[in-house]
């Protein structure tokens, strides 16, 4: 087992700009991603303070062919909900809408084109612009509120990319450099576009170019591109999350989202660039993630969270690093973050802080192992070990309500990671005595 010592905890609770106190520890919530709800897990999971699991759903096996349910499947899917329910777990439902059937991305526009020609590997589905997608996304959310039903469940995740989180595509996602994501029939001349979704208002135009139709493009029109561009993809979680409170959901929403996005002050030199690759250091242009923005359009509705995929990820480590030290939340951020240099700060502190301020609540969840896909690692990351010492502690100085710890099976590995459930508990009696004794 691996002895766990926590090397943070400085207060029980954050207060926001807004002046609200978020939860201190002892009222944090903890949980698990990837849950298998078997009656041993669950019972090992509840003795170490584990309330939480998400459950996650795949679109692909649910509805293998078109109008074709594979019942065997759901049965499986309905046999673990209830274990989960009847062992008192509240359950974080992730449909799986980022698992899309291959005939889903046969359809008319079922998959994201790319301003160079790309095309997203094997998974995801065009839910951003696609009509077509969109009607066989909303089609099967319905038949799991009809299957599944929404007792017990206290939350869902929305996404739009083919990691589940808000955005785009990223790199090594089947696009060239710099490959911007909206270049379909759809998002470029409205064929088979969406109700209600708004095509490029520059058609044709590829960021970095600096002319369209012969003339020279103008920062006014960069930044209207830019705001479409980013603003579709949290139309599209703001579309998801409207169909599932039309079908009778009316718990909270998750919206997991990871890094930092486009820092504020990176986002003028960018649209001053014609978005030509300047000031973009993660990338997170051509994801479209302006999360400032996109924050704010998800504060118009109720019950959302954002939930930070990346609690101790590599830019903690660095962040860990600097000097002074830049990785941990601190109570003023909400309004350090439109003031001071924050190129420094760990993705977590920024995200934090830009969701704090829009009002948003906010949960979050370590990468998982380093090595694995789609956790970003890379050589200076933390092992799954330590970022069990460390992400919980990050939840609780950033004000988060709940920390799911990535993967179940990583607690249940007694060959690999040497990680157990008696870890966890360790961890989560320490954040609570901390919070009792402060």
Request: proline share 6%.
């Amino acid at each position: 087992m691996l002895r766990v010592a926590l090397v943070f905890i400085t207060t029980s609770v954050i207060v926001g700009c807004s002046g609200a106190t978020q939860p201190a520890p002892e009222h944090m919530y903890f949980g698990v991603l990837g849950a298998t709800c078997t009656s041993a897990r669950l019972a090992a999971l509840h003795d170490a303070g584990v309330s939480v699991v998400e459950l996650p759903l795949a679109w692909d096996r649910y509805q293998p062919g078109a109008g074709r349910v594979d019942h065997h499947y759901v049965a499986e899917v309905r046999e673990r909900l209830n274990s989960c329910r009847g062992a008192g777990m509240a359950v974080v439902l992730s449909p799986g809408l980022h698992y899309p059937p291959d005939w889903v991305r046969g359809l008319a526009g079922g998959v994201l084109r790319g301003s160079g020609g790309g095309v997203p590997k094997e998974e995801g589905a065009e839910l951003v612009f696609s009509a077509a997608a969109r009607d066989a996304a909303q089609k099967y959310l319905a038949l799991v509120a009809s299957d599944l039903g929404f007792e017990g469940i206290t939350a869902i995740r929305v996404g739009t990319n083919a990691s589940g989180e808000l955005g785009y595509p990223g790199p090594g996602d089947g696009g060239n450099e710099r490959e911007y994501w909206a270049f379909g029939d759809a998002p470029q001349y409205g064929i088979g576009l969406a109700e209600g979704v708004a095509p490029s208002p520059m058609p044709g135009w590829i960021p970095g170019s600096s002319s369209w139709h012969g003339r020279p493009v103008t920062a006014e029109q960069v930044q209207r591109w830019w705001d479409w561009y980013s603003g579709s993809t949290v139309d599209a979680a703001v579309w998801q999350i409207s169909e599932l409170r039309r079908l009778g959901y009316q718990g909270r929403v998750h919206v997991p989202v990871a890094g930092r996005g486009v820092l504020l002050k990176d986002k003028a030199k960018a649209i001053e660039g014609g978005l030509d690759g300047r000031a973009n250091p993660d990338g997170a242009q051509e994801r479209g993630l302006d999360y400032s923005a996109q924050f704010a359009a998800l504060a118009t509705l109720p019950g959302v969270d954002v939930d930070f995929t990346g609690l101790d990820d590599v830019s903690a480590v660095r962040a860990a690093a600097a000097v002074p030290r830049q990785d941990r939340c601190l109570p003023d951020d909400d309004e350090s973050v439109l003031m001071d240099d924050v190129s420094q700060w760990s993705s977590h502190r920024y995200t934090s802080a830009l969701a704090r301020r829009a009002g948003l609540g906010l949960v979050g969840e370590n990468p998982g192992p380093p090595d694995a896909p789609f956790t970003g690692g890379s050589p200076q990351s933390h092992s799954i070990g330590e970022q069990l010492r460390t992400a919980p502690g990050y939840a609780v100085e950033c004000g988060m309500t709940t920390f799911l710890f990535g993967f179940e099976e990583n607690l249940f590995d007694e060959e690999g990671n040497g990680l157990s459930t008696e870890d966890y508990k360790q961890v989560i009696q320490q954040l609570k005595s901390a919070a009792r004794s402060l």
